[in-house]
């Protein structure tokens, strides 16, 4: 089956503009991950779905950023009125969740959204 | 503060050589250890994971060395070829709540 999608894949945006960021996870998967993701970092966690339920989103830097998931599929991250340093790759990931099997903790990961905030 | 320390920043092996990549951490609540891949313009992609009640695991030409007593690991590289050029992360489950912390990351570079 098909993997994490996500779009757009590219994204522009002038400061102060707001965006919508969309992730398509793996059908089924209970557990949905945000990360930003700076140029030569690692991701760094935003916030996290179990199905529609956020349960953690210490890691939103501001409250400018926003996440659902409204029916526990498809996620949208929201950044409103957009600053140069939110410019990074915004990553989607999600897994099978709940069990208690290694499996089930690993992360599948989409292809990011880059955004350059100029 | 990083959760999860990752060295070297860059590393460069020849082709057959053994690409080493050490991980430290500090929170004793972490329970699950991946190493993710990662290409340019590509997300991450899991290439080998461990518990902590596990000291060494292997897939093909990949070993995840585990240390609980001294909370490091690493991942090992056989016979290391230039496709496996990329960006290595190493990774960190927080078991009291779900929440995954990367380290840095490590750009290798295989010469052929």
């Known amino acids: 089956g098909a993997g994490v999608s996500q779009s757009p894949r590219y994204k522009v945006a002038k400061r102060g503009q707001d965006v919508a960021l969309r992730c398509d996870p793996i059908?089924?998967?209970?557990?949905l991950f945000w990360y930003q993701q700076a140029l030569g970092q690692g991701p760094e966690f935003l916030t996290y779905?179990?199905?529609?339920?956020?349960?953690?989103k210490s890691g939103l830097p501001s409250d400018r950023f926003f996440a659902e998931r409204p029916e526990g599929s498809v996620s949208t991250l929201k950044i409103q009125r957009t600053q140069q340093e939110d410019s990074a790759v915004y990553l989607c990931?999600?897994?099978?969740?709940?069990?208690?099997?290694?499996?089930?903790?690993?992360?599948?990961f989409g292809p990011g959204t880059r955004l350059t905030v100029t | 503060q990083q959760q999860v320390k990752q060295s070297p920043q860059s590393l460069i092996v020849q082709k057959g050589g053994i690409s080493i990549i050490n991980c430290a951490y500090e929170?004793?609540?972490?329970?699950?250890f991946p190493w993710y891949q990662q290409f340019p313009g590509k997300g991450p992609a899991l290439l080998i994971a461990?518990?902590?009640?596990?000291s060494e695991k292997k897939e093909g030409r990949f070993t995840i060395s585990f240390n609980k007593s001294a909370k490091q690991f690493s991942l090992h590289i056989m016979d290391s070829q230039p496709g496996d050029s990329a960006t290595y992360f190493c990774?960190?489950?927080?078991?009291?709540?779900?929440?995954?912390?990367f380290g840095t990351g490590t750009s290798l570079t295989v010469i052929p």
């Open positions: 990931a999600s897994n099978p969740g709940l069990a208690r099997q290694l499996s089930s903790y690993e992360q599948y």
């Open positions: 059908s089924g998967h209970v557990s």
């Open positions: 461990i518990r902590p009640d596990v």
């Open positions: 779905f179990q199905n529609e339920a956020q349960l953690d």
């Open positions: 990774a960190a489950r927080s078991g009291a709540g779900n929440q995954f912390y």
């Open positions: 929170n004793t609540a972490f329970d699950y």
